[in-house]
């Protein structure tokens, strides 16, 4: 058939490589079936080659490196490219519910961004669990609140950072197999102090602990082999289901779906630092939130607002995407047991900042009912955002929609931004800077400095001061922001009105609260 387009090179560098692999490959089937039906095997499998590009070919080359090249068929290419961007699913045998991915199939691009949590949390288990919509990976983690013994305090190292799961008891376990082996070894060597000992070839001979038996309630993992095997969705629910109602036995932990290792457009679906941060304020300071409504903007997987909804009344927890805020929800409902017990509310709802109307149709699933409208613009005291300062335009975004909220509210609010500021080398300056950070200082000041008649605005940063209640690196680079905005006596229409739901008050026009500010 002449005139027949090919389909383009296969583009591999994208968050979602199920999805771009299953298109590709539905494009070259009907290329082939409709220009070459009769081909030759040999002539099919270059025309593979040629087409797929320079990335597909070196895919193939590894994918397929215990078969030589004549010998090659079209479908064992394509099934090899069908299991590399499809991964199974596997689980341990029929007893356990916990699954788990192969780390090696996440490839990482020039455009993938992983979270420091996902990396650096001391004996962190991330438990494949499922695919989402889009394809990607979907990982559960197990978070722990704090108790107050086990909370660092860095005026004594024996309390610093707990390691997850164990705590202090744990430490005194430490302590006591130490005592044994400072005394095996006075026993051993007299004095215990003598010239460490090494071997014939001058290495040096270490003792080591000795392995401690499997108790429980020791806070460790009992470590055993297990038989991978594919998972059966007929159990699936049925084991969830169990491993909810074990884990809501503790009142002090949160469990969190997330993915990792995704593209920057990506990167709510991830669990981040300033989310931590923002929580531990949440949670020192129990008092100011409590029985307040509370809006949060760009919640992502929603952690911060699982928190705060166990000490408010109502919590709005907004982003936007159908896949993020399905995650977000399924969070919600994973720790209902929190919050509920402590009587709070925690809808999940969209709310887009690049966007002026609040969707109110009730068969699009996160809309908003007018009583939930109403309820935002008369009783929202509190507004907060965990992590959200990281592309400009976004940031615009947000300092126009907390414009246009607070500019409709006539009350009035607290609002409390965590940021993370975060380092990059760039050619545009060559050298190491932080234009995400320099932009949101700009547009703070913009604000402060805003007059319209409207409402008026102070910004304060906040010390960090406060008590961690997480496992987590606070780094110096955290920082909390308060913006208190003031209604200032006008005409304003009354709150939960058709004005009110379109969120469409605008700055003035002198004011540039755009990607300027």
């Known amino acids: 058939m002449e005139g027949l387009k090919p389909p383009p090179t296969l583009c591999l560098d994208t968050g979602n490589i199920a999805k771009a692999w299953k298109s590709w ?11 070459m039906p009769e081909a030759a095997e040999d002539v099919r499998v270059k025309l593979f080659y040629y087409l797929i590009g320079e990335t597909g070919r070196e895919l193939c080359e590894t994918l ?9 068929k079209l479908s064992e290419l ?16 029929p007893g356990s519910a ?43 983690s197990k978070f722990k609140i704090l108790s107050v013994g086990e909370r660092p305090d860095g005026d004594d190292p024996d309390k610093g950072v707990p390691e997850a799961g164990g705590g202090h008891k744990r430490k005194e376990e430490d302590k006591k197999v130490r005592k044994d082996i400072q005394s095996q070894d006075g026993e051993e060597g007299g004095e215990g102090d003598e010239e460490p000992f090494l071997d014939e070839d001058g290495d040096l001979h270490i003792t080591h602990r000795p392995r401690r038996n499997f108790t ?89 607002s699982i928190v705060v909804a166990t000490i408010c009344k109502t919590t709005f927890c907004t ?37 002026y109307d609040l969707c109110t149709d009730a068969d699009v699933e996160f809309s908003w009912t007018e009583e939930e409208v109403e309820d935002l613009y008369s009783n929202t005291e509190i507004i907060i955002a965990a992590d959200v300062i990281y592309d400009d ?47 949101f200082s700009r547009c703070l000041s913009q604000l402060q400095a805003l007059q319209d008649g409207r409402c008026s605005f102070t910004v304060e940063r906040l010390p960090a001061d406060f008590s961690q209640f997480f496992l987590y690196e606070r780094i110096e680079q955290l920082e ?10 006008s005409e304003r229409p009354p709150p939960g009105s058709a004005c009110c739901s379109s969120v469409n008050n605008e700055p003035p026009p002198h004011v540039t609260i755009q990607s300027s500010c």
Not at 323 to 329: G, R, T, V, W, Y
């Open 216 to 304: 429980e309630g020791s806070g460790r993992d009992l470590v055993c082999p297990i038989i991978l095997q594919q998972a059966d969705p007929e159990r699936e629910p049925e084991e969830e289901q169990s491993e909810d109602e074990e884990d809501q036995a503790f009142h002090d932990i949160l469990k969190i779906e997330h993915t990792m290792a995704t593209t920057l457009e990506d990167v709510g679906k991830q669990v981040w630092r300033g989310a931590f941060f923002l929580a531990d304020f949440i949670l020192s300071s129990a008092d100011l939130f409590r029985g307040a409504t509370v809006l949060e903007l760009g919640a992502g997987t929603g952690l911060t």
């Open 64 to 72: 397929m490196s215990d078969v030589t090249s004549p010998r090659r």
């Open 98 to 140: 916990r699954l788990f991915w192969a780390m090696d199939r996440i490839t990482f691009h020039h455009d993938t961004v992983l979270s420091d949590m996902h990396m650096l949390l001391p004996n962190a288990r991330h438990l494949m669990t499922r695919l989402n919509s889009v394809g990607q990976p979907v990982f559960i």
């Open 319 to 355: 982003d936007v995407g159908e896949d993020l805020l399905s995650m977000c929800k399924k969070n919600v409902t994973l720790n209902r047991h929190l919050t509920e017990a402590a009587g709070g509310d925690a809808r999940v709802r969209q709310l887009d900042w690049l966007q």
């Open 25 to 35: 490959k539905e494009e070259f089937t009907l290329y082939m079936d409709l220009s």
């Open 480 to 489: 909390l922001w308060k913006v208190t905005s003031t209604p200032l006596p």
């Open 393 to 439: 335009d976004l940031t615009d975004g947000l300092f126009r929609t907390l414009y246009r909220l607070c500019s409709s509210f006539s009350h009035s609010c607290s609002i409390f931004i965590s940021i993370e500021r975060r380092m990059n080398f760039t050619l545009r300056n060559m050298d190491v800077s932080c234009d995400a950070y320099k932009h």
């Open 78 to 93: 394509i099934g090899k490219f069908d299991e590399h961007c499809n991964p199974k699913i596997l689980t341990a045998d």
